[in-house]
């Protein structure tokens, strides 16, 4: 569903679309986890890494837009379209979301799951 949104908006800015990558995903969602059980909200752990700095060098270039999502985990917050649409819109919005999520060069999406 939120790739389908990146793309609609990179369709409507002459971009190609992006594909999910799995590694990428996985390595998002280990920051995920590690945010949850360290108590921390951020892009980056409180040592300074970030998701794709534990990744193969190849796998660390020409990702796409990041997207996150607020998912169920007890906090009463649930995905459906409706919010996901406001996020995409919200990061369409914000300077530095839009410029990621709509770079010419970027082929692969990451997923990551803020539940």
Known sequence: ????????????????PLVEDPLLSQSSQQ???????????AHVTPEGRTPT??????RRTRWGGRKHHAADSGTGISL???????????????????QNLLKPDYKR?????CG
């Open 1 to 16: 569903m939120a790739l389908a949104l990146v793309n609609r908006d990179r369709q409507l800015n002459g971009l190609l």
């Open 80 to 98: 459906s379209y409706g919010l996901i649409e406001a996020f995409q819109k919200s990061w369409m919005y914000s300077t530095g979301h839009r």
């Open 53 to 58: 700095e534990s990744l193969h060098p190849s």
């Open 31 to 41: 920051h995920s986890q590690d945010m949850m059980s360290r108590n921390y909200y």
């Open 109 to 113: 999406f990451w997923l990551w799951d």
